[in-house]
């Protein structure tokens, strides 16, 4: 023997999200934006509309790809998409200036938050974490993740999100509440971010429940599009 003690466990195998062109992104944490569209706060009756930016995270193995086939999940009868821009950093920083955030940002993609609605709401209702709601396998599509030199190309573009070819979702990142720039800058006064980190933005109004057999493509203009398709419960 070597003298060093043996895992108790298998090793987990580590989380790695796609790189558009090829390649791949390891993922570190997975942090969501609340209540971060106007319209979405509107349509969720929910929340002052200009309360600072509130975090929460997924756990990291809710990772799930483009073409990917998702099980509708367990505990619910109100299975809910929601699509976002996802911000895939790539250096660290704590208490990170707003007009210096950008400089953490490796590339953007597509990514969708799936949402157990009814448990959210219970939750909502319980003053409980959402994490029954929002933190759950495969709740965390995420398109290919694509290296970007210049951030402010995603400051104004079109966001969307359709059901069977039905468009259910449009809005634009420009509509944002919080900028990405602030939302980075919020979010390193509680933590302090990683490269590998991955933050979700919020979503535009329209969300909407699916079923088993429905694919969900979700696009923003000059990226990579993210489809999905809904599968029967395991059993």
């Known amino acids: 023997m070597s003298g060093q003690a043996p895992h108790a ?12 062109g090829g390649g791949t992104f390891p993922v570190r944490r997975i942090y969501c934006v609340g ?7 509107r349509e969720m009756k929910e929340a002052d509309e200009r309360d600072p930016p509130f975090f929460f995270q997924k756990p990291r193995d809710a990772i799930v790809l483009d073409g990917a086939r998702v099980a509708y999940p ?15 950093l790539g250096k660290g920083g704590r208490d990170v200036a707003v007009e210096t955030a950008n400089n953490l940002i ?17 939750a909502r209702d319980m003053r409980l974490p959402w994490e029954v ?4 396998d495969a709740s965390a599509p995420c398109g ?20 069977n070819g039905e468009e259910r979702q449009r809005g634009n990142i420009g509509q944002m509440i919080w ?12 933590v302090r971010l990683e490269a590998g980190d991955l933050i979700y933005t919020g979503t535009p109004s329209g969300v909407g429940p699916v079923v088993p057999g ?20 395991e059993k």
Request: aromatic share 10%; hydrophobic share 45%.
């Open 179 to 190: 900028s990405v720039p602030e939302v980075i800058a919020q979010l390193s006064k509680q």
């Open 74 to 88: 367990p505990f619910t009868s109100n299975f809910q998409f929601e699509v976002e821009l996802v911000v895939a």
């Open 106 to 122: 490796w590339g953007y993609a597509v990514g969708i938050d799936f949402t157990r609605r009814d448990r959210q709401f219970d």
């Open 214 to 233: 429905d694919r969900i493509t979700a696009h923003i203009d000059g990226l990579p599009s993210l489809t999905v398709t809904i599968t029967p419960p």
């Open 133 to 136: 709601g929002k933190s759950f």
């Open 35 to 41: 209540r971060n569209y106007l319209d979405h706060i």
């Open 9 to 20: 466990l298998p090793t987990v195998a580590a989380t790695e999200a796609a790189v558009a």
């Open 144 to 163: 290919p993740i694509a290296w970007v030199a210049d951030p402010e190309r995603f400051r104004d573009c079109a966001i969307t999100l359709a059901v």
